[in-house]
């Protein structure tokens, strides 16, 4: 687990997440050894997001991205991916938090589509 920025960082996209609709669930997978802490997955009626922290930012990887609206274009990571679209925080980003809940928020209401 980090101690910096990320873990800050974390804590907040975090609650933004568990915060944009009532009944989403998070679930810890992929634990390994080069990553004994695994992989926090977010979920309600489907997988939502990942969330992974990386020595130069912090990864939120929507498992359905590309079918979602982003009108803000707050995607801005694996955007030729053919499923997925991710959001990619630095240290110096500000996250628009209003847009980000918005994409749970369409995440959300794929899932029960």
């Known amino acids: 687990m980090t101690t910096d920025w990320r873990a800050d960082t974390v804590a907040t996209i975090r609650d933004l997440i568990l915060g944009a609709e009532d009944g989403i669930t998070e679930e810890v997978k992929w ?18 997001c990942t969330l992974e922290t990386y020595k130069d930012k912090v990864k939120v990887t929507f498992a359905k991205g590309a079918s979602l609206p982003d009108p803000q274009s707050v995607f801005n990571a694996s955007l030729d991916a053919g499923t997925r679209r991710a959001v990619d925080i630095k240290a110096a980003d500000e996250l628009d ?16 589509s």
């Open 97 to 112: 938090r209003a847009a980000f809940t918005a994409l749970i928020q369409a995440a959300v209401a794929l899932n029960q």
């Open 31 to 48: 634990r390994k050894p080069s990553n004994p802490d695994g992989v926090p997955t977010f979920s309600r009626d489907g997988l939502i």
